[in-house]
């Protein structure tokens, strides 16, 4: 069963997170990944401080971040949304999900699909 008072809390950090970091604030990431923190995808380090080192050397730093949906189930947060730049016209949908205790993230996964012309998907990525 859902635990409505985490997930809410845990969506509401995120929310406020993503913002910031959209708008360009990478030293969120600090305060928001504990320090132990397991990241699970390929080639991205695990641990805080490498990860946002990583991440602000990543094009993910420079792009646009457009959000289209968000998530909640307890202990885990799914974001869904377009990054694009202005080398990729079409851009790239993201969806990361993190997993939260005690107010900070510990551990993320991500699918990541470039998004391909208009043509190929008549009713839209997102």
Same mark, same amino acid.
């Given at each position: 069963?859902?635990?409505?008072?985490?997930?809410?809390?845990n *969506?509401?950090?995120? %929310?406020?997170g993503?913002?910031? +970091? !959209?708008a360009?604030?990478?030293?969120?990431?600090?305060?928001?990944l504990?320090?132990? +923190?397991?990241?699970?995808?390929?080639?991205?380090?695990?641990?805080? #401080?490498?990860?946002?080192?990583?991440?602000?050397?990543?094009?993910v730093?420079?792009? *646009?971040?457009? %959000? *289209?949906?968000?998530?909640?189930? #307890?202990?885990?947060? !799914?974001v869904?949304?377009?990054?694009?730049?202005?080398?990729?016209?079409?851009?790239?949908?993201?969806?990361?999900?993190?997993?939260? !205790?005690?107010?900070?993230?510990v551990?993320?996964?991500?699918?990541?699909?470039?998004?391909?012309e208009?043509?190929r998907?008549?009713?839209?990525? +997102?």
């Amino acid at each position: 069963m859902t635990d409505l008072t985490t997930a809410h809390s845990n *969506k509401d950090l995120i %929310l406020r997170g993503f913002g910031e +970091f !959209a708008a360009g604030n990478i030293e969120v990431l600090r305060t928001l990944l504990r320090e132990d +923190f397991v990241e699970h995808s390929p080639d991205n380090p695990s641990g805080r #401080d490498a990860f946002v080192e990583f991440i602000a050397a990543a094009p993910v730093a420079r792009a *646009k971040l457009d %959000l *289209k949906r968000i998530v909640a189930d #307890d202990e885990y947060v !799914a974001v869904h949304y377009h990054m694009s730049t202005p080398e990729d016209e079409h851009g790239t949908a993201v969806v990361d999900i993190w997993r939260l !205790a005690n107010g900070q993230i510990v551990e993320h996964w991500d699918v990541v699909q470039p998004v391909p012309e208009p043509s190929r998907t008549p009713n839209g990525m +997102f």
